[in-house]
């Protein structure tokens, strides 16, 4: 089969999902994918037949940029004639699934998340749930990440064909492999692995963080990730305050993970499922995260391979991170090997690729 890959992002593309593009090309299929230049495009390039680079802006609705895109995958489709069309992200899988319903072109999207576009009942939420309903019905199958996307989406009146419900992106057991529990012997180490924004939790741990310190002088808590516009400064006034050792974005996150006791992942912002989340615990090591949020509470099994709190809450917050604290090194381990299990048994990526190659058999 000719396979197009529609994706707004190329790192996005690569880091979850080159597995996938690897045995797809194994198997035989010629793999295309069309992506915006930047960080890991070469990547990308290095393992399918052809990468086309794609207009697709990750943020932002304008009508100019967007009709653009959409006549682009249209010009694209016609041009390649593929089987099928493999989608990720709202962008793409709106154009792209409308481009390629005009084209009677098979196609599978995965809602890797819903982002804002639903927190609030407003102009864009009713645009971009009329949008979906323009390709729902029509696609070959929809990749879910957590049931409370399709549940969204449903109560907004849009109906699926073929809805599958799948473990996210899955995590690489391979690559990011059990490591041993580090002594404590220089502090309890905690990380954080995230954009730094607001909907991510960055205001709540660092109150949190602050209170925390003043209690445990020997804790840390290491942050990772770029920053979003504006939040620089910020993060600049709390590494000099020594409320975190921020270290910027770093590619060599299974580092960090294997050197910390436990992740924090205080997230509220419209997951499909969180990615850190299942390396830390693949890692071995506990995961603390929001127990009402969909895509951080399937993650973990709350006093077993983590604790979970409420989102927003920062009181609840440092109850959990207190909590993890006042347990022995042998329950922490013990907690982060019950995570690893999990993740063995759960969130394998090759449960995910599976479910590709079963979507794909059906496609004549």
């Not at 949190?208 to 310190?213: C, D, M, R, S, T």
Request: proline content about 5%; overall charge positive; charged content about 25%.
């Amino acid at each position: 089969m000719r396979i197009l890959i529609l994706a707004h992002h190329a790192e996005g593309l690569y880091l979850p999902r080159r597995e996938l593009m690897m045995q797809l090309k194994d198997a035989g299929h010629e793999v295309i994918a069309s992506i915006p230049t930047g960080k890991c495009y070469d990547k990308v390039a290095e393992i399918v037949d052809i990468v086309i680079p794609s207009p697709v802006k990750r943020r932002g609705m304008n009508p100019v940029e967007d009709i653009r895109l959409l006549h682009f995958y249209y010009k694209l489709l016609k041009k390649l004639k593929p089987d099928c069309i493999l989608s990720y992200a709202i962008k793409p899988n709106l154009y792209g699934g409308m481009a390629a319903k005009v084209c009677h072109i098979p196609y599978i999207m995965n809602i890797t998340g819903l982002g804002t576009a639903f927190n609030k009942d407003n102009l864009l939420c009713k645009l971009v749930s009329t949008m979906y309903k323009c390709v729902a019905g029509y696609e070959q199958c929809i990749f879910f990440q957590n049931i409370g996307n399709l549940r969204i989406l449903e109560s907004n009146g849009i109906h699926w064909k073929n809805p599958v419900l799948i473990p996210g992106s899955g995590v690489n057991l391979q690559l990011h492999s059990y490591e041993k529990y580090p002594a404590e012997t220089e502090g309890i180490r905690f990380l954080f692995v995230s954009r730094i924004l607001r909907e991510k939790g960055i205001y709540e741990l660092a109150e949190a963080a602050h209170n925390i310190k003043k209690e445990y002088p020997n804790v840390e808590f290491h942050v990772l990730g770029k920053c979003e516009a504006g939040y620089e400064a910020v993060m600049n006034k709390w590494h000099k305050e020594g409320i975190f050792i921020y270290h910027g974005h770093q590619t060599d996150v299974h580092g960090f993970l294997k050197n910390s006791h436990a992740l924090i992942h205080p997230s509220y912002y419209p997951e499909g499922m969180s990615n850190v989340c299942l390396e830390a615990a693949a890692t071995g090591r506990p995961v603390l995260t929001t127990n009402d949020i969909y895509g951080c509470k399937e993650t973990f099994d709350n006093h077993i391979t983590g604790i979970g709190f409420p989102s927003r809450d920062t009181q609840a917050l440092e109850n959990a991170i207190r909590e993890f604290l006042s347990l022995s090194p042998i329950e922490r381990d013990k907690m982060g090997k019950m995570g690893r299990r999990k993740m063995e048994k759960e969130f394998d990526r090759q449960i995910v690729i599976n479910a590709y190659f079963k979507e794909l058999a059906k496609i004549k």
